[in-house]
């Protein structure tokens, strides 16, 4: 009986075809590698979230860096210090009260009264 | 009774140098009930890559063939063609190789004694000898 093997199921073969069906391919070692998948998975799902907070805080970092570049374009640039310099007491006041308005100290009641008394 | 687990291995002799030298232990662990030998053949793989194979008690003159055939306590024709084919892929060509369907006996006693003990095999799970050897140098370069 040479040839009883040819074209009949084997054990090889078995094991693959049922790995295919119904993942089987050791059952007693199911529990073993479910066990790993779920590490794996959860290993996998930590680096995702700490991917996930490593790119936010990148993204946090970027939008404080454009934020410190808007408010520097946005930030009045410093007097000229050429008033002062000038010596006029009363222009270096008013600059400073102007300033102040600008900055929301003074509004503009408080400006007109405080640059009516500079100017009394 | 169910066989316990199963086992294929594929002994392969390069330059077909087949000798008999394996069949006492063979015999031995047969002896023990360590294992029972259920299925096996004789694969041939020629220069070219061809594979063939024949059953052992189909070799003919060939004592070695004589005691493997009276080593079997063959179930069935576990093994196909297409198995063979498969697992002989790793042969070099002008090689020949025993196929051998272990199953291992000694796990039916243990096995029995499991189930009235009210256990559950929970994992069984084989590690070739090569893992451990790499995880024990692992072990060794952390310590």
Redesign the interface.
Known sequence: MPRRRIGRPGLVGTMARTAVIAGTASATVGAVSRGQAAKAQSAAQQQAAQQAAFESQAQLADMQAQLATVQAQQTPPPPPATAPAAGDDLMVKLQQLADMKAAGILDDAEFAAAKAKLLG | MALG??E?VVIGFPGNKFNGEIIPELERLIENDTISIVDG?FVLKDVEGEVD???FD?IGANDDAVRLAGLMNQVE????????A??AAGLEPNSSAAML?FEHTWVKPFRDAIIASGGV??????IPGLVVDQLLDELAAVD
């Open positions: 687990p199963i294929i053949l194979f024949v059953e189909e024709s576990l093994i196909s063609d297409e198995d063979v498969e697992l369907v095999l929970a994992a069984n799970l084989r």
